[in-house]
């Protein structure tokens, strides 16, 4: 490991609602602030954690919504208040990063900023702290976005994808930008993984801080009037980084990276990443999620099947779960609310979400 370094920073994006995977994540209570998988620790707990390995506690900032400071602080007591930044409103990932990167600038010219979302798996802590950490080494020396991407083990549609130009540093994995998909149909995602062109974009991304305030100033005009106060927050365009900066710059990279990922997004795709090996041969993390052999997955849950499968359940602790004759389901319970789906209908699921909001508001 390599030593500390003063000018590292790391903001965690931790504001969503995380409604895909309703009803276990709900609005006022978001996956990022559960322990989904039985780790023992939440996963905001578990991404501090990671990057406090090698980033000093004072250098560890987490973006969020205003009502979830709260549940944050009661999560991470050690991190100081001025280190949290309570977003009136959503705002997509450019609003909170550009905040995170104007404060950060004024307490250190030569910050380096690693960005990550707080509700992802990571195989393998010692791959992971090497490889973000040699990102951060590059672009304390070269101007550029440096997007952490993994090689795709399936053609998953519900992942964004980096096409790799040519190598900037192939001894060290780093290649130009050469497109940016997100969540492309099947025949796309067969297509890019078959390729061998395309990388998983896994969220993480690294940048010089000065480098990056000249680039949202100069790409995104509706910035330039309230850069550096962001004053205004709440009128601010609702816009991804990935499209309103990274595309146009012409410094953007991505390193092919060497640990396992998973995006805790869908229940399809926990289900689908449950039963396939991780990207790396690293250990798992330890989580409670478990696989029988009709690709039946449980989620820190107790189930009996019979002549079912493909099914995944999560439930709340000391239920149990007896399902005969069912195929490609989801089974999940909280808060008093139980919601059976096909696991590949997103759709239905938004729809029944829909009801129950609407039934509790009669209520």
């Keep these: 490991m390599k030593p500390l370094s003063e000018h590292s920073f790391c903001l965690i994006l931790a504001g969503g609602s995380g409604s895909r995977l309703w009803p276990a994540s709900r609005e006022n209570h978001p996956k990022q602030f559960m322990d989904f998988e039985g780790a023992g620790r939440t996963l905001i707990q578990q991404t501090y954690d990671r990057f406090a390995r090698f980033i000093l506690p004072e250098n560890i900032y987490v973006s969020t919504l205003e009502s979830y400071v709260p549940l944050l602080q009661t999560q991470l007591p050690q991190l100081p208040r001025e280190q949290i930044l309570s977003e009136p409103v959503r705002r997509g990932t450019l609003a909170p990063i550009t905040w995170a990167t104007t404060l950060i600038t004024q307490r250190d010219a030569e910050a380096c900023i690693v960005v990550t979302p707080a509700d992802q798996v990571i195989y393998g802590d010692q791959l992971f702290d090497d490889d973000i950490l040699h990102a951060l080494s590059f672009v304390a020396q070269n101007p550029g976005v440096v997007n952490m991407g993994v090689s795709p083990t399936r053609p998953e ?71 550096p106060s962001l004053a205004t927050y709440a009128v601010l365009p609702n816009l991804a980084m990935e499209h309103a900066v990274l595309e146009h710059t012409g410094h953007s990279y991505v390193q092919k990276c060497r640990f396992g990922w998973a995006d805790l997004g869908t229940w399809q795709g926990i289900a689908t990443d449950a039963l396939n090996t991780p990207q790396v041969n690293t250990p798992h993390p330890p989580t409670d999620v478990k696989a029988d052999g009709r690709s039946n997955v449980t989620v820190h849950s107790e189930a009996l099947f019979d002549n079912a499968e493909g099914n995944i359940v999560r439930l709340p602790s000391g239920h149990l779960a007896a399902i005969s004759g069912l195929k490609d389901f989801v089974v999940t319970e909280e808060g008093g609310v139980l919601m059976i789906c096909p696991k590949d209908d997103a759709a239905a699921m938004r729809r029944l979400q829909t009801l129950a909001h609407i039934d509790e508001l009669d209520e």
């Design 157 to 227: 549609t519900g992942y964004g994808y980096v096409q790799m130009g040519g190598a900037l540093d192939a001894e060290q994995r780093i290649y130009h930008v050469k497109t940016f998909t997100e969540k492309p149909g099947p025949d796309f995602a067969q297509l890019f993984m078959d390729s061998g062109e395309f990388l998983w974009n896994t969220g993480l991304f690294v940048f010089g801080a000065h480098y990056m305030l000249h680039n949202i100033i100069k790409h995104v005009p509706e910035y330039q009037d309230v850069y």
